[in-house]
Each structure stands twice: as C-alpha cells, then as structure tokens.
C-alpha cells in the first residue's frame, strides 16, 4: 500500500494567512522527483514555488490553480511513494483534517524554507536545479537573468520569466491608404486621420484657403458636441465592470480589517525643510551618493525609532512584541499595487548604505520582482506622496505594526524671521498615524518631536 502524504497550503511568515494556486507545474500520476516544482503559490505580494519534499507521485490534484484565496492549511493535492487505488486516495481526502501546522510542514518543501539544504549546481550561478534545467532546455543565457531568490538566487520563475518574455513588437510599415482623390482637396494629415476613423472627406467642408480640407475639419466632424442652442440629449454611461484581482483583494481585506481593528489616532506637525535640502545636496556631492529627501526622512525615522523603542513594535493579539532595530517598510506603487518592502536596520546603516538599499527594493518593486523575504515583518512604515503634491495625509497602518508615518509635499509658507522681517520656507507635513491599543500619545509625540530635531538640524544625524 503506498504511503499517502497531504500536500498542504504552506505558511510563508507569521502574517501569512492565505493563499492562491497560480499554477500546477505537474498533473495527477505523474511520477516527481525531489526537488522538483509542484506549484506556484501566490500570496498577497508575491509568487513562490514549492518543491516536491521526496520522490514520489501526485495521486491527486485536489485544488484547481486560479481558484480564489484559500487558507493555510488547506489540502492542495495527494502525494504518495508510489500509485495507488482511486478509493484509497478518496478515502484519505475525506479523512483529511486541515491544519496550520500541516501547512507550516508543507512549506518547508517550499523555496524559502529556512532548513532545506541548498541544491548542488553544475556552475558557479546561485540557481534552483529546476531553474537550470529550464535554462538548458530553452538555451536562455544565464548572465541575463536577474534573480529574485534569496541572496539573488536564480529561481524557476525566474527562468519561466525569460523564457516567455514578449516578442519584439513587429512593425508593419506605413499604413495603406485610400489613391488620392484629387477631386477632394484635403492635406495628407486629414486624409490619414479620415481614414483611420472612416470618415467620408466628401462629406466634410473644409476650411482651409480654397476650401481645402485641414485636420480641424476632420477632427470637428469626427466630434459628437451638439451645436449651439440643441436640446440636451444623455447618453449611455454603462460602467465598465472590473473585479478585484487577487492582490487587490487581500489588500482591501487587510486595510479594512486595520481600520476596523486598530483604534487608529494621528498626531500631525510641520517640519522646517529648508535646512534639509540645502543639507542634502551637499552631502550627496561629499559621499558620493543619490539620496533622495525620502531617504532622509527614512535614515531620520530609524534614528528616532532608536531612540524611542516603545514606538518600534507590532502588536499581535493581546502581546507587543519589541525589536531591538527599526526595520522600516516603504510604501511603494507599483503595476501590482501598493507594495512595501523592507530596508531592514535602518537605525544602524549609513545614508549611502540605505539610499542604494531602497533604490533597490524600489526597482524590484516595480518589476515585480520582490521575494518574501523583502517583505516579511517590519516595524515601521513610511508611506510618502509628497512626490505627486499631496501637501497632507492620514495613512492607514499596516498591521501588525504599531505606526505608520504619512509624508506630504515640501511647499513655501510664509514666515517671520528672526529680524522681525517677512519671509518664506519650504515646510514638509508629516501625520503620525498610531494604534492606540500599543502606544501612548505621549510616547508617539515624543517620538514625532525627535523626528522633527532631526530633520531640520540633519547634521545632528551624523553626531
């Protein structure tokens, strides 16, 4: 009889609840061997593999991929040593009982198990050996391959990735066009655009010199605007129907359950700018380096989070749980929505050091390309819109973390100077969103008047 063993939702982090199967990578009966991709598991920000913990066969897919969110835990398919009878394997399902820790098990034959020992390789690249099997058959050139694994490893996403990069987009050359109808008189311009739109020119009067036909006559004919003094007609306004995808509802479910769940207070203070900037530039040029105003704002937080611990926490149920450094995630947009990736010790890195981390973790962000391990735990988040020229606003905090720091825009206000006289200087707002089950308002203001110190004398950064 052949030994049946559960193939569960796997467990990926103590935020992770859930999961999708985006795609199986093998069929009922195949014969697997260790090491080899069952599925790819997608989670609320990103994509990973599980491997197969032993030889053996998938007697049963029980999870179609593309299905909706299921949760740790949930059996996903019947992996036995070797075949075995249809009833057997039914009879295991129906005895089946979920379980975390079933899917806590199942995740350690996942790619970001913390024991699996590294597989052996042919070459000297950092790369999963379905990875290298997948480059070898399709020939692709290893050195072009970035890898998002841990330590940049080259995964079979990776891979697949290259493998199905879009074709070079195939131009067809200039567009056909109708024999010139001399009788028309029409410049070439509103003959193109006349026949991309269908549009009869012998209907369109022209306004040119000897009534030539221009681009306006053809654009005004191509409008729908009623004429002056007619009747005003309404039209269809039918929406365009667009479900949530997978992303976007795990992040709808976990803002509204933050909202929900976390007594949310905000404390807001200005902050004098100008020193800042002029700082900012100088010391780039000094160090050599490329960081923005938000990596300041960053380097600031994790000074200040040093300084004052009990705001650096995630709550979790009833407990606080405190860390020694400030991991600080930043708010990125990105094609797959609001993502946030980690740049983790903040309090303990240099400003160049943390420029080229978040400029980094942002270009992965944007290509999709972030792992787990970028994303999992911190402490802090700074979500900063100052960029599209939102002067203010409240965020909402990303649980289980205790805070969330709101940056707006550096805008000219009017000030008095210290001669008594009338000037003006860039100010930056900042709204300190906290839950109130795990910090005071007194420890939160105290916190927020430290970030203030430092970003308008920021050589005291560097004391």
Known sequence: MSKLRPLCMPKWGIEMTEGTVAEWMVSDGQQVAKGDVLCLIETNKITNEVEAERDGFVLRIVEPAGEDARPVGTLLAVIGDTAAEEDEVSSFIAGFVPSESSGAKAASSGKS???????????????????????????????????????????????????????????????????????????????????????????????????????????????????????????GNRPQVEPFDKIRKVVARRLTEAKRDIPHFYLRISVRADALLAFRKTANLVLSSKASVNDYIVFAAGKALARHPEVN??????????????????????????????????????????????????????????????????????????????????????????????????????????DGSVGFEQCIALTLSVDHRAIDGAQAAQFLATLKGYLEAPDTLFA
């Open 113 to 235: 198990a913390k024991t699996k020992a590294p597989a052996k390789v042919p070459t000297n690249l950092a790369i999963s050996p379905k990875a290298l099997e997948l480059a070898t058959a399709h020939e692709v050139d290893l050195s072009t391959v970035e890898g998002s694994g841990r330590a940049g490893r080259i995964t079979f996403q990776d891979v697949h990735r290259q493998v199905n990069l879009p074709a070079a987009p195939q131009f067809k050359g200039p567009a056909d066009l109708p024999a010139e109808d001399y009788v028309i008189f029409a410049t070439p311009l509103a003959r193109r655009i006349a026949h991309a739109h269908g549009v009869d020119l012998a209907a369109v009067a022209g306004t040119g010199s000897r009534g030539r036909i221009s681009k306006s006559d053809v654009l005004a004919s191509l409008s729908k605007t009623p004429s002056a003094g007619s009747p005003f007609e309404v039209v």
């Open 313 to 418: 926490v995630q709550v979790h149920g009833e407990e606080i749980h405190r860390f020694p450094h400030a991991d600080i995630a930043v708010a990125v947009a990105s094609d797959k929505g609001l993502v946030t990736p980690i740049v983790r010790q903040v309090d303990r890195m240099r400003i160049d050091q943390l420029a080229d981390a978040s400029a980094a973790l942002i270009d992965k962000a944007r290509q999709g390309r972030l792992s787990y391990e970028d994303l999992d735990g911190g402490t802090f988040t700074v979500s900063n819109l100052g960029m599209y020229g939102i002067e203010a606003f409240d965020a909402v905090i990303n649980p289980p973390q205790g805070a969330i720091l709101a940056v707006g825009a550096a805008t000219e206000v009017p000030c008095r100077r210290d």
